[in-house]
C-alpha cells in the first residue's frame, strides 16, 4: 500500500500491534526514502496545539509558534523523499489530517505512515484494517503457522522455559486463544501468567471473568471489550500494591526511570521500598516493559491504569507528586546551570522531555478562561537567580489554591528551563509553555514580570527583536516596581541582548552596566557569566575588539579552567573569536578559540552555537585564502540556521561578515564549484541531524 499512496493508516483496536506492523512495514520500505523514516510517537501528547512542534523537533527543526513551527516543518520536507510515522493519532485525529493534508501539498515525494484506533478520514486516505490474529480450529491438523497459537506458544515458552504447544494441550491452547479472540496484547499477558498457573487453572479463571463482565453472555463480546477483558483479568491477578501502582504509574509520559518511579508513587518515602518489589511484579506481568536502565508502559495498559487512578480519589495528589518532581529538576537545572555536571543534568532532561511536558500540561491544565485570582500569589517564598519563587505546598490542594498552586509550578518549570529550551533548539515551545503562564497570570504581579522576562529572552534568540524588547521591558519595569531583585536583573541582562542583537548599542551599554552590578547584589554568578559574553558582543560589534577580548577573557577566568560547563564557556569563545577576526595577524588565535568553542557546542547539541562556529570558520578560511573551505563549512552551516531561526539573530554586522566570505568565496572558485563545495558541506551536517534531534551530540570533521 506504501508503494501506490502517499498516507497509510493502519487502523485497529488497542493492543491489536498497530505500532509494530507499522515499525516492520517501514523497515521493509526504507530503502524507497532516500531521506530516511521518522517516527513522531503521539501518545504522550495531549495539546494539539503543540502537535507541528513535536514534528519539528523530531526531523530537528525548532520552530518559533505553532504556525511557525508548521512553516518550517513543510519549508524542510519540501524537497525530502522520506517517510513520517504518525503514531497514536486517535486522540487527535483532525489535527492530525490537517497536518499531513499541508505536507502532502507542499512536498510531493513525503509519504505517511499512521496508526490509529480509527481512521483520520481525510483525502487520500488508504486504510490498512489490521484484524487479531486468526485461531485455528480444534481439529486443525497444523497449529502454530501465523496464528494465534504461534505467539501464545512463544510468548509461554518465553515465560516457562520448555513449554510448547503438544497435542494433549493443544485443544485447551486453542480454546485459551478463542477466548481471547486472537488479540496479540491479551495473549501476551495471559501468556505470562503460565508462570504461576497451569494451563487449564488459566483457562477457568478467564471463563469466569469473561462471564460476569458479559452479563453470561461470553460469545458476544466484541473485541475491544476481549482486551479489556483480558486486561480486567490480568488487573485482577495483580496483588494490591501491584494494582496501586499500576494506576499511578499512568501519570508517566513515555519512558521514566526508578528514581522517578519511587518519588511519584510512593506517598511517603518509606512507601518507596514497596514500590521497587510492585515495580518488579509489573514488569514481570509483562505490565511494565523495561528498555535498559529505564521503564515504559503500552498506551493500552496507560489508558486503563489512568481510569483507576481516576476513581481511586489519588489522581491529583500523584499528578501533584509527578509536577513537583520535574519541578525540583527543572529549578536544580536553572539555578545551577553553569555548573560543571550542566552536560550530564541536560542529557537527563532530554531523556525525560516527555515527562517535562506532561508536567507542564497537567499545571495550566485548568480552562485558559480561569486566570489565577490576583491574590493567589500573596505567599510568595524568595526569589532564586532563575527569577522564579519557590514551589508552593498546596500543589494538590483543590479549588483556586489548588490551580493558582499548579499554575504557579508551571510557570516556574518554564522560568527555569530557560537554558534547555535554548540549547535544545526547543524556543518554540518554551515561549508557548510562557505564554500559557501569562494567560494564568493576567495582573500585575511577580509571576507575570518572570514570564515576561523569560519569553523575552527566548525571542531573542529566535530573531523576534521587536517583541523581545518589549517584553524585557515590560517585565523588568514590573518586577522593579514590585521589589524583585532577581528578576529586575535578569530583566537587565536579556534587555542587553536583544538591544545589541539590534544594533542598538549606544543603549545597550548602560543597560549592561545596570545588569551587572544587580546580578552581582544578587549573587547571580550565572546570569552575571552569561552578560560577560553578552557584553563582549557589543564591543566587537561596536568596533571594540579589545575590549571585547578582554571582557571574554574575564567570563573564561571567572569560570575557571576546569569548568565542565559548556554553554556559556562555548559562547565566550565564540564571542572572542569574532573579536580576534577584526584584528589583522590574530588569524590563527581566532580559529583556536572558536575551534575550541565549537567543540564544547558539539558536546551539547546545540544548533544555534554550532551555527554561529561553523559560520565563523567560514569568514576566518575566506580570508586566510580557503575559499573552497569556506563554501564548505557556510554549507554546513545553513541547515543549523534553517532549524535554529533567524541567521544570528538578526544582527546586521554579523549577516554583513556572513555575506563578505561569501562573496568572496564565490569569486574565488566560480558559482559551479563554490555551488558544489556549499551543497557538500550542508549534505554533510543533514546526516547529522537525525542525532541532534534526539538531544544527541556530533562530532565535526571540517576539511
Given amino acids: 500500500m506504501l508503494d501506490r499512496s502517499r498516507l497509510v493508516t493502519v487502523v485497529g483496536p488497542g493492543g491489536v500491534g498497530k505500532t509494530r506492523l507499522a515499525l516492520v512495514a517501514a523497515a521493509e520500505a526504507v530503502q524507497n526514502y532516500p531521506d530516511g523514516v521518522w517516527i513522531v510517537e503521539l501518545s504522550g501528547l495531549s495539546d494539539p496545539a503543540l502537535l507541528p512542534n513535536t514534528v519539528a523537533s523530531v526531523l530537528g527543526l525548532p520552530g518559533q509558534d505553532a504556525r511557525s513551527a508548521l512553516g518550517t516543518v513543510l519549508e524542510y520536507l519540501r524537497d525530502k523523499q522520506l517517510l513520517l510515522i504518525l503514531d497514536t ?19 510531493p515525494a513525503v ?11 481525510t483525502p487520500g486516505e488508504q486504510n490498512f484494517a489490521i484484524q487479531p490474529l486468526p485461531v485455528p480450529d480444534a481439529d486443525a491438523v497444523e497449529l502454530g503457522r501465523g496464528d494465534a497459537v504461534e505467539l501464545l506458544a512463544l510468548r509461554a ?79 485482577g491477578l495483580c496483588s494490591p500494591a501491584e494494582r496501586r501502582l499500576w494506576a499511578r504509574l499512568s501519570v508517566f509520559a513515555g519512558t521514566f526511570s526508578l528514581a522517578a518511579a519511587k518519588e511519584v508513587c510512593a506517598e511517603v518515602e518509606i512507601e518507596q521500598p514497596a514500590v521497587v518489589s510492585a515495580l518488579i511484579g509489573l514488569v514481570d506481568k509483562s505490565v511494565v516493559v523495561q528498555e535498559g536502565s529505564r521503564y515504559r508502559m503500552l498506551d493500552t495498559l496507560r489508558e486503563f491504569g489512568a481510569e483507576r487512578l481516576a476513581v481511586s480519589g489519588e489522581e491529583e495528589p500523584c ?82 489554591c489548588g490551580a493558582a498552586a499548579r499554575s504557579r509550578s508551571g510557570l516556574e518549570i518554564a522560568c527555569s528551563l530557560y537554558g534547555y529550551w535554548q540549547i535544545s533548539g526547543l524556543l518554540s515551545e518554551g515561549g508557548y509553555w510562557l505564554t500559557k503562564a501569562l494567560e494564568r497570570f493576567p495582573d500585575d504581579c511577580r509571576e507575570r514580570a518572570r514570564a515576561l522576562v523569560n519569553r523575552g529572552f527566548l525571542r531573542s534568540f529566535q530573531g523576534e527583536l521587536a517583541d523581545s524588547v518589549a517584553d524585557l521591558e515590560a517585565g523588568t519595569a514590573l518586577a522593579l516596581a514590585l521589589g524583585d531583585d532577581a ?59 579589545l575590549e571585547s577580548v578582554a ?47 565549537l567543540v564544547g557546542k558539539q558536546k551539547l547539541g546545540d544548533i544555534i ?16 585564502g580557503s575559499p573552497e573551505r569556506t563554501a564548505w563549512t557556510l554549507g554546513a552551516a545553513d541547515p543549523l540556521w534553517q532549524r535554529g531561526g533567524v541567521r544570528f539573530s538578526g544582527t546586521a554586522i554579523m549577516e554583513e561578515f556572513h555575506q563578505q566570505a561569501a562573496q568572496a568565496a564565490a569569486e574565488a572558485l566560480g558559482a559551479e564549484r563554490y555551488a558544489a563545495a556549499h551543497a557538500a558541506g550542508a549534505d554533510y551536517m543533514k546526516a547529522q541531524l537525525s542525532d541532534l534531534a534526539r538531544g544527541g551530540a556530533v562530532t565535526l570533521r571540517i576539511p
Fill in 487 to 545: 528578576t529586575t536583573a535578569r530583566g537587565y541582562q536579556h534587555l542587553h541582548l536583544a538591544l545589541t542583537f539590534l544594533g542598538r548599542h549606544e543603549e545597550a551599554a548602560p543597560v549592561g552596566a545596570e545588569a551587572r552590578r544587580r546580578l552581582r547584589a544578587c549573587g547571580d554568578r550565572t546570569g552575571e557569566l552569561m552578560l560577560m559574553a553578552q557584553l563582549g558582543h557589543l564591543y566587537s560589534l561596536w568596533g571594540q575588539p
Fill in 319 to 400: 499528578r501533584a507528586r509527578h509536577i513537583g518532581r520535574y519541578l525540583s529538576i527543572a529549578r536544580y537545572f536553572g539555578d545551577h546551570f553553569a555548573d560543571d555536571d550542566q552536560m550530564e543534568r541536560y542529557r537527563k532532561l532530554r531523556r525525560t522531555h516527555a515527562n517535562v511536558r506532561a508536567a507542564l500540561e497537567y499545571a495550566f491544565g485548568d480552562p485558559v478562561g480561569s486566570p489565577v485570582p490576583s491574590g493567589a500569589s500573596s505567599a510568595l517564598g524568595a526569589s532564586s537567580p532563575s527569577g522564579v519563587s519557590g514551589a508552593s505546598s498546596a500543589l494538590g490542594a483543590s479549588g483556586a
Fill in 89 to 107: 493519532c486517535e486522540h487527535l485525529l483532525d489535527p492530525c489530517a490537517e497536518l499531513i493534508q499541508a505536507v502532502l501539498t507542499h512536498a
Fill in 609 to 624: 552555537g554550532m551555527g554561529y562556529g561553523l559560520d565563523l570558520l567560514g569568514w576566518l578560511s575566506a580570508r586566510t
Fill in 111 to 121: 509519504a505517511f505512515l499512521a496508526t490509529s484506533r480509527q481512521p483520520l478520514d
Fill in 157 to 235: 515458552a518465553a515465560a516457562v522455559p520448555g513449554f510448547a504447544v503438544t497435542s494433549d494441550n493443544s485443544a485447551d491452547v486453542i480454546r485459551l486463544c478463542r477466548r481471547l479472540d486472537g488479540m496479540p496484547l491479551a495473549i501476551e499477558l495471559a501468556a505470562v501468567q503460565l508462570r504461576a498457573l497451569a494451563l487449564d487453572q488459566l483457562i477457568k479463571r478467564l471463563d469466569r471473568r469473561f462471564s460476569v463482565l458479559a452479563g453470561g453472555h461470553p460469545g458476544a463480546l466484541e473485541r475491544h471489550q476481549t482486551l479489556r477483558t483480558a486486561i480486567e483479568w490480568s488487573y
Fill in 551 to 597: 571582557t571574554c577573557e574575564e567570563g573564561l577566568a571567572m569560570l575557571g579552567q576546569d569548568s565542565g560547563e559548556q554553554w556559556i564557556q562555548s559562547y565566550l569563545l565564540q564571542v572572542e573569536g569574532v573579536a580576534l577576526y577584526q584584528m589583522p595577524g590574530r588569524e590563527a588565535d581566532c580559529e583556536a578559540v572558536v575551534r575550541k568553542g
